[in-house]
Protein backbone atom coordinates (compact mmCIF):
# COMPACT_ATOMS: atom_id res chain seq x y z
CA UNK A 1 0.00 0.00 0.00
CA UNK A 2 3.06 2.50 0.77
CA UNK A 3 4.64 2.02 -2.30
CA UNK A 4 1.52 2.24 -4.46
CA UNK A 5 0.78 5.65 -2.65
CA UNK A 6 4.28 7.02 -3.07
CA UNK A 7 3.88 5.91 -7.01
CA UNK A 8 1.31 8.20 -7.57
CA UNK A 9 2.47 11.22 -9.93
CA UNK A 10 -1.06 12.43 -10.72
CA UNK A 11 -4.31 11.83 -9.11
CA UNK A 12 -7.34 11.11 -11.03
CA UNK A 13 -9.45 12.42 -8.45
CA UNK A 14 -8.41 15.90 -6.75
CA UNK A 15 -10.63 15.84 -3.36
CA UNK A 16 -10.18 15.65 0.24
CA UNK A 17 -10.30 11.66 0.73
CA UNK A 18 -7.62 11.29 -1.98
CA UNK A 19 -5.59 13.96 0.12
CA UNK A 20 -5.75 12.47 3.34
CA UNK A 21 -5.10 9.23 1.93
CA UNK A 22 -1.65 10.74 0.44
CA UNK A 23 -0.75 12.38 3.70
CA UNK A 24 -1.90 10.10 6.27
CA UNK A 25 -0.66 7.25 4.81
CA UNK A 26 3.18 7.66 4.65
CA UNK A 27 2.68 9.74 7.86
CA UNK A 28 1.04 6.56 10.28
CA UNK A 29 3.49 3.84 8.23
CA UNK A 30 6.67 5.85 9.85
CA UNK A 31 5.34 7.16 13.35
CA UNK A 32 3.98 3.62 14.40
CA UNK A 33 7.04 2.14 13.42
CA UNK A 34 9.26 4.60 15.43
CA UNK A 35 10.77 5.28 11.89
CA UNK A 36 11.71 9.17 13.24
CA UNK A 37 14.10 9.80 10.41
CA UNK A 38 11.51 8.49 7.37
CA UNK A 39 9.36 11.11 9.39
CA UNK A 40 11.44 13.85 9.48
CA UNK A 41 11.90 13.45 5.05
CA UNK A 42 8.46 13.25 5.11
CA UNK A 43 7.04 15.43 2.20
CA UNK A 44 3.56 16.35 0.22
CA UNK A 45 4.23 14.16 -3.03
CA UNK A 46 3.08 15.13 -5.58
CA UNK A 47 4.32 18.06 -5.72
CA UNK A 48 1.71 19.50 -8.33
CA UNK A 49 -1.54 18.70 -6.00
CA UNK A 50 -3.72 21.21 -4.92
CA UNK A 51 -2.19 20.70 -1.23
CA UNK A 52 -3.79 24.36 -0.11
CA UNK A 53 -7.06 22.89 -0.55
CA UNK A 54 -6.74 20.94 1.79
CA UNK A 55 -4.79 22.18 4.42
CA UNK A 56 -6.27 19.25 7.37
CA UNK A 57 -4.45 16.66 5.19
CA UNK A 58 -1.28 18.87 4.99
CA UNK A 59 -1.68 19.71 8.64
CA UNK A 60 -1.20 15.06 9.65
CA UNK A 61 1.96 15.13 7.31
CA UNK A 62 3.70 18.63 9.12
CA UNK A 63 2.55 17.51 12.36
CA UNK A 64 4.20 13.66 12.30
CA UNK A 65 7.64 15.22 10.37
CA UNK A 66 7.74 17.59 13.57
CA UNK A 67 7.06 14.68 15.75
CA UNK A 68 9.46 12.74 14.04
CA UNK A 69 12.31 15.78 14.16
CA UNK A 70 11.45 16.16 18.06
CA UNK A 71 12.04 11.96 18.94
CA UNK A 72 15.45 12.08 16.63
CA UNK A 73 16.74 15.61 17.89
CA UNK A 74 15.95 18.40 15.62
CA UNK A 75 14.52 20.72 17.69
CA UNK A 76 14.90 23.68 15.11
CA UNK A 77 12.92 21.65 12.76
CA UNK A 78 10.17 20.38 15.41
CA UNK A 79 9.91 24.37 16.04
CA UNK A 80 9.58 24.91 12.47
CA UNK A 81 6.73 22.60 11.72
CA UNK A 82 4.79 23.27 15.39
CA UNK A 83 4.21 26.91 14.19
CA UNK A 84 2.78 25.78 10.88
CA UNK A 85 0.09 23.64 12.81
CA UNK A 86 -3.32 25.69 14.07
CA UNK A 87 -6.80 23.87 15.04
CA UNK A 88 -9.83 25.40 14.00
CA UNK A 89 -12.44 25.96 16.81
CA UNK A 90 -15.96 27.58 16.70
CA UNK A 91 -16.62 30.67 18.66
CA UNK A 92 -19.86 32.17 18.53
CA UNK A 93 -20.50 32.60 14.37
CA UNK A 94 -16.61 32.72 13.54
CA UNK A 95 -14.32 29.93 12.90
CA UNK A 96 -10.87 30.79 15.60
CA UNK A 97 -7.68 29.54 14.41
CA UNK A 98 -5.89 28.23 17.68
CA UNK A 99 -2.28 27.71 17.83
CA UNK A 100 -1.02 24.19 19.32
CA UNK A 101 1.52 24.13 22.14
CA UNK A 102 3.34 21.06 22.97
CA UNK A 103 2.88 19.99 26.35
CA UNK A 104 6.40 21.41 27.73
CA UNK A 105 4.37 24.58 27.16
CA UNK A 106 1.15 24.02 29.49
CA UNK A 107 1.43 24.44 32.89
CA UNK A 108 -0.45 25.03 35.42
CA UNK A 109 -0.38 28.59 37.36
CA UNK A 110 0.62 27.26 40.81
CA UNK A 111 2.90 29.37 41.87
CA UNK A 112 3.24 29.75 45.83
CA UNK A 113 4.76 32.85 45.23
CA UNK A 114 0.87 34.27 44.17
CA UNK A 115 -0.78 33.44 47.24
CA UNK A 116 2.09 35.25 49.29
CA UNK A 117 1.45 39.13 50.39
CA UNK A 118 3.74 41.57 48.26
CA UNK A 119 6.40 43.60 50.63
CA UNK A 120 7.31 46.70 48.70
CA UNK A 121 9.08 49.16 51.07
CA UNK A 122 8.51 53.27 50.72
CA UNK A 123 12.11 53.58 48.98
CA UNK A 124 11.08 50.87 46.36
CA UNK A 125 7.74 52.30 45.79
CA UNK A 126 8.95 56.10 45.06
CA UNK A 127 11.76 55.22 43.10
CA UNK A 128 8.90 53.43 41.09
CA UNK A 129 6.84 56.53 40.73
CA UNK A 130 9.40 58.34 39.79
CA UNK A 131 10.25 55.69 36.77
CA UNK A 132 6.66 56.46 35.79
CA UNK A 133 6.52 60.20 35.53
CA UNK A 134 9.98 60.34 33.68
CA UNK A 135 8.25 58.04 30.92
CA UNK A 136 4.88 59.75 30.80
CA UNK A 137 4.50 61.06 27.18
CA UNK A 138 1.82 61.80 24.77
CA UNK A 139 -0.10 58.55 22.81
CA UNK A 140 0.64 57.87 19.03
CA UNK A 141 -0.44 54.74 17.95
CA UNK A 142 1.36 55.26 14.59
CA UNK A 143 4.11 54.25 17.07
CA UNK A 144 2.79 50.69 17.70
CA UNK A 145 2.21 47.99 14.93
CA UNK A 146 1.01 44.73 15.15
CA UNK A 147 3.88 42.64 14.75
CA UNK A 148 1.82 38.91 14.81
CA UNK A 149 -0.27 40.06 11.67
CA UNK A 150 3.08 41.70 9.74
CA UNK A 151 5.30 38.23 10.46
CA UNK A 152 2.08 35.97 9.23
CA UNK A 153 1.62 38.24 5.77
CA UNK A 154 5.61 37.70 5.51
CA UNK A 155 5.18 34.00 6.43
CA UNK A 156 2.05 33.14 3.56
CA UNK A 157 4.28 35.44 1.28
CA UNK A 158 7.50 32.95 1.67
CA UNK A 159 4.85 30.65 1.36
CA UNK A 160 3.50 31.21 -1.90
CA UNK A 161 6.95 31.95 -3.06
CA UNK A 162 9.04 28.55 -2.09
CA UNK A 163 6.15 26.24 -1.56
CA UNK A 164 7.36 23.48 0.83
CA UNK A 165 11.04 24.32 0.64
CA UNK A 166 10.32 27.58 2.76
CA UNK A 167 13.29 28.17 5.61
CA UNK A 168 11.09 29.66 8.76
CA UNK A 169 14.43 30.78 9.77
CA UNK A 170 15.78 32.59 6.79
CA UNK A 171 12.09 34.28 5.95
CA UNK A 172 12.92 36.60 9.50
CA UNK A 173 16.50 36.24 9.74
CA UNK A 174 17.07 34.87 12.54
CA UNK A 175 20.37 33.84 13.94
CA UNK A 176 21.46 30.99 15.65
CA UNK A 177 21.66 31.81 19.74
CA UNK A 178 24.65 31.67 21.32
CA UNK A 179 24.89 30.42 25.04
CA UNK A 180 26.01 33.13 27.27
CA UNK A 181 25.65 33.42 31.08
CA UNK A 182 23.44 35.42 32.00
CA UNK A 183 23.87 38.70 33.54
CA UNK A 184 22.60 39.53 37.12
CA UNK A 185 20.86 43.01 37.08
CA UNK A 186 20.15 44.94 39.90
CA UNK A 187 16.47 46.13 39.42
CA UNK A 188 17.25 48.98 42.18
CA UNK A 189 20.27 50.04 41.14
CA UNK A 190 18.98 49.87 37.75
CA UNK A 191 16.26 52.58 38.63
CA UNK A 192 18.42 54.61 40.89
CA UNK A 193 20.66 54.99 37.18
CA UNK A 194 17.89 55.42 34.93
CA UNK A 195 16.01 58.43 36.90
CA UNK A 196 19.78 59.70 37.60
CA UNK A 197 20.13 60.10 33.72
CA UNK A 198 16.77 61.57 33.21
CA UNK A 199 17.30 64.25 35.72
CA UNK A 200 20.77 64.54 34.65
CA UNK A 201 20.64 67.17 31.98
CA UNK A 202 18.32 69.78 34.39
CA UNK A 203 20.92 69.03 37.39
CA UNK A 204 24.00 69.73 34.94
CA UNK A 205 22.33 72.99 33.96
CA UNK A 206 21.96 74.54 37.54
CA UNK A 207 25.57 73.45 38.30
CA UNK A 208 26.60 75.54 35.63
CA UNK A 209 24.81 78.91 36.11
CA UNK A 210 25.66 78.57 40.20
CA UNK A 211 29.10 77.86 39.30
CA UNK A 212 29.21 80.76 37.22
CA UNK A 213 27.76 83.08 39.38
CA UNK A 214 30.68 81.34 42.38
CA UNK A 215 33.18 82.07 39.89
CA UNK A 216 32.29 85.55 39.57
CA UNK A 217 32.60 86.34 43.40
CA UNK A 218 35.71 84.48 43.72
CA UNK A 219 37.62 87.22 40.92
CA UNK A 220 35.93 89.70 43.18
CA UNK A 221 37.45 88.37 46.31
CA UNK A 222 40.93 87.77 44.83
CA UNK A 223 41.12 91.75 43.25
CA UNK A 224 40.49 92.67 47.13
CA UNK A 225 42.89 90.32 48.70
CA UNK A 226 45.13 91.69 45.80
CA UNK A 227 44.86 95.35 47.02
CA UNK A 228 44.95 94.53 50.56
CA UNK A 229 47.78 92.52 50.41
CA UNK A 230 49.42 95.57 48.13
CA UNK A 231 48.34 98.34 50.99
CA UNK A 232 49.93 96.20 53.85
CA UNK A 233 52.90 95.74 51.98
CA UNK A 234 53.28 99.48 51.29
CA UNK A 235 52.57 99.93 55.46
CA UNK A 236 55.06 97.69 56.20
CA UNK A 237 57.41 99.09 54.12
CA UNK A 238 56.87 102.57 55.53
CA UNK A 239 57.58 100.39 59.31
CA UNK A 240 60.38 98.96 58.76
CA UNK A 241 62.67 102.23 56.66
CA UNK A 242 65.12 103.69 59.38
CA UNK A 243 64.27 106.98 61.10
CA UNK A 244 66.71 109.52 60.32
CA UNK A 245 69.80 110.52 62.27
CA UNK A 246 70.08 114.37 63.81
CA UNK A 247 73.50 116.01 62.63
CA UNK A 248 76.24 115.85 65.49
CA UNK A 249 76.38 119.21 66.93
CA UNK A 250 79.64 121.12 67.16
CA UNK A 251 81.62 121.48 70.28
CA UNK A 252 82.13 125.09 71.82
CA UNK A 253 85.29 126.64 71.04
Known sequence: MLDQILSVEKPNVLNFATAFALAAIPSRYALERGQWADSVALALKPGDFPWARFPQAEAILVFSRGLGAARSGNLAQARDDQTRLAALRVYGDVLMVQTLLWSDEVREAAFPSL???????????????????????EFEPAQFVDEYQQELRTLITAKLEQGD?????????????????????????????????????????????????????????????????????????????????????????
Open 115 to 137: DEPVKISSQELELSKQLVESLVS
Open 165 to 253: AIDTAATFGEQPEEEAGGEVIDLMEALRQSIASKRGGSDAAKSSSSGSSKSGSGAKSTSKSAEGGAKSSGDAAKKKAPAKKAPAKKAAS
